[in-house]
């Protein structure tokens, strides 16, 4: 990806042509590092609170070097001050435990702290899911956790986009509905709305968050094979908000082995947290 907006590296907003960290960076070698995707509404973040908040338990959760929030949240501003008021986009936010030996050992050094912004483009309307045959460990030291060491979900969204799809569901080793890649997914049964507690392995969406405060719904486990049987269901995340899935590819799922396209998109119960969703963020920029 090419840019010409300015790039924060460690303090300083730099050409992005120049924007350099050590090849020896621990991010780079062996993934130890977290980050966070924020959305910009025409040039300001949106719940940029809630994101620093779980960037600094990241980094807890994953014994780093404690970032200085204050320099990055500085970092966010100054690069959005030099960026065009985009009408939709994607800031990011990579913090790594910095340059390190060639091993899982941990360097000395303070850590490497990151802001990119872009613009982003409006994904599709609906979302086509493929349910994967490789369950998300729930009991994992990095369940919950966004570390850069996301290579299990590039894998995850490459079959996905294999099988002409947007976006790959995760079970749990328990064989519990988890998460997607880059995503939180609610289930409609019954009229009843639910989605996997933090305890299945799922991140602790931002999006995920403001849909239980914002428009209801239960945290509670259910069965991987409760988005087939759903009578809607929707994926939540900072760059799709609320988005209905249309179609479940569980064609290598060996629970399941078909295609389902679901009853109806967006059912009423979607349709209404989409509105809910989007009157509240235009209302509140950090909720
Ligand atoms: C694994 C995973 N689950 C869920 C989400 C959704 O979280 P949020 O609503 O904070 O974007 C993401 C975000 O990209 C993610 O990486």
């Known amino acids: 990806m090419t840019?010409?907006?300015?790039i924060w590296v460690n303090g300083e907003l730099v050409d992005p042509a120049e924007a350099t960290v050590s090849a020896f960076d621990h991010g780079l070698l062996v993934g130890d590092?977290?980050?966070e995707t924020i959305?910009?509404?025409?040039g300001e973040a949106f719940a940029l609170t809630r994101h620093l908040d779980r960037l600094a338990v990241s980094a807890k959760r994953m014994d780093l070097p404690p970032p200085d929030m204050a320099a990055i949240a500085g970092g966010v501003r100054a690069c959005l001050a030099a960026a065009p008021p985009w009408e939709l986009g994607r800031i990011r936010i990579t913090y790594t435990s910095g340059?390190?030996?060639l091993g899982s050992d941990r360097g000395p050094g303070g850590g490497t702290a990151i802001v990119i912004v872009a613009e982003q483009p409006r994904l599709p309307?609906?979302?086509d899911v493929a349910v994967l045959p490789w369950p998300r460990n729930e009991h994992g030291v990095l369940a919950g956790v966004?570390?850069?060491s996301y290579g299990e979900n590039a894998r995850a969204l490459a079959y996905a986009k294999e099988r002409g799809c947007g976006e790959a569901i995760f079970g749990n080793v328990a064989?519990?509905?988890?998460e997607g890649t880059g995503s939180n997914v609610f289930v409609v049964t019954g009229g009843r709305l639910v989605t996997p507690p933090l305890s299945a392995g799922c991140l602790a969406g931002v999006t995920r968050a403001l849909v239980l405060e914002w428009f209801g719904g239960e945290e509670a486990d259910v069965p991987l094979s409760a988005l087939y049987e759903a009578d809607e269901a929707f994926l939540t995340s900072t760059t799709r908000d609320v988005q209905p899935i249309r179609l479940v590819d569980g064609s290598g799922d060996p629970g399941r082995g078909a295609k389902v396209e679901l009853p109806a998109v967006p059912g009423p119960i979607t349709a209404e947290a989409m509105e809910v969703f989007a009157g509240r963020a235009a209302a509140d920029l950090d909720p």
Do not use: E, H, I
């Not at 840019?3 to 300015?6: E, H, I, L, R």
């Open 3 to 6: 840019s010409t907006v300015p």
């Open 99 to 101: 340059p390190g030996p």
């Open 33 to 35: 590092g977290v980050f």
């Open 146 to 148: 966004k570390s850069t």
């Open 39 to 42: 959305k910009s509404v025409r």
């Open 125 to 127: 309307a609906t979302a």
């Open 175 to 178: 064989g519990d509905l988890c």
